[in-house]
C-alpha cells in the first residue's frame, strides 16, 4: 500500500483530532444533557452501524431493480428492505425511501402532483404548521399559491369550519393536514371530506407523529390521505431523512419522479440502509411499547408544568409534544431557551398561536418527550424535568441556581446512559 495511504481504510476518528473533539464533545453533550427538542431522537446503535456502512460509497440512481448504474445488487437489496418494512409498518401500498428530507418529500409530491401556481391549503406556521408547507422564504412559497387555514381562537386547535370556508373560498389543489408544533390529534377524515368537496388532494405530513402511528397510537393517515410524508428522525426514531407513502398507482410517477429527478439526484444508500433498520425496530412490540411510554410521559410533564403555573398552548396535549406560553411568565422563548441550555435542557423556542412577538423572540417553547423516552426516563424524571424547567426559567438571571440544576441534570442522565462511555 502507497504510504499516501498509510492508515486510510483503517484509522478512525483517531486520524482527525480536530473532528474527533467535536464530535465527542456532541456525545457528551448528549450523553449529559436532557433533550426536549421535539425534532430529536436518540438512534439504536443498529441504525447508527447502518448509517455509518459502506453503502456511503455506492451510488445509484432510479429505483430497486431499475437503476440506471451497475453493481446495484445489494443497493436494490437495502432500498426494497426498507420499501416492504415501510409498507408494514404503515399499511400502505407503494413507498418512497429516497428523500434526503423531510423538506425534500414535501416539494417532489408538490412537484409530482401540481402545477406552478396551483394552490395550497396548509397550516399558518404561527399554528404549527411547518415552512415546507408554502412559507414565503422557501421554493414551495414562490412556486404555489399558498393560503393557510390557523387554529381556533377559543380553543387554539384546528377548526375544520375554517378549513372548509378556505378551502371553498380558494379551490386549493392540495390541502395539507399536519404541523410541527401542533400538540394535538388532527382529524384526517375530516380534511378528506374537505379535500372532496373540492376536488383536492389530501397530503398529510406526519414528521412529528409518525412513530405514533406506527403504534397504533395516533388516528391513522390512510385511507384518508392521497399522500403521506413524514421525517424519519423524529418520533419515528430512525435515521436522518424522510419518506412518502400513498396507496393509488395512478399517483406513482407523479411522486416518485417528482422526488427524482425533481428535487434529487442519487440516493443516500447508507441512509436508506440507516431506515431499513428504523423500520424493522420500529416493527417490533418493544417499539408501540416506546410510543406508550412518550404518550404518558408526556402526560406526566404537561401537568407538572400546569399545575406550577404555565399555561400549556390548546390546554396541553394527547400527543408527545406540547407548547408553552410564557406570556404570563414574563418572559420569551429565546431567553428561557438560553436559560434552560444553561441547566442542561435542550429545548426550542417557538411561536405560538396569535404571537405578537416576532419568531426570533417569541411567546412560546415546544417541549417533547420522545428523546427522554428513549434513553429510559419515565413519569417521575418528566415530572422532575418538568420542575427544573419551571425553576431555571424563574432562575434565569441567576448563572450559579442554573449551573446548580445543570449538576443535577448531570446526574440524572447518568443514571440513564447512552452509547458507550467516550
Ligand atoms: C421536521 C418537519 C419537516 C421537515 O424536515 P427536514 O427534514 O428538516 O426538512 C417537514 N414537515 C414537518 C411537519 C416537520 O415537522
Redesign the pocket.
Known sequence: MSILHDGYFTQGLDADPELAAAIRGELARQQDGIELIA?ENIVSKLVLEAQGSVMTNKTVEGFAYARYYGGAQFADAVEALAIARAKALFGCRFVNVQAH????A?NGVFLGLLKPGDTILSMKTAAGG?I?HGHPATLTGRDYAIVHYGVSRETERVDLDEVRALARAHRPRMIVA???AYAWTLDFAGFRAVADEVGAYLMV?M??FAGLVAAGLYPHPFPHAHVVTT?TN?SLRGARG?MALWNDEALSDGINYGIFPGVQGSVMLHIVAAKAACFGEALKPEFKAYNAAALENAQALAETLAGRGMRLVAGGTNTSLMLVDLVNQGVTGDIAATALEAAGIAVNKNLIPFDTCPPEAPSGLRLSSSAGTTRGFGPAEFRQVGDWIVRAIAARDDAAALAAIHDDVRALCRRFPIYDAA
Open positions: 425534532s428530507s423531510g423538506s425534500n414535501n411547518h415546507s399536519g404541523g410541527s405530513d414528521a412529528h421525517t423524529k424522510a
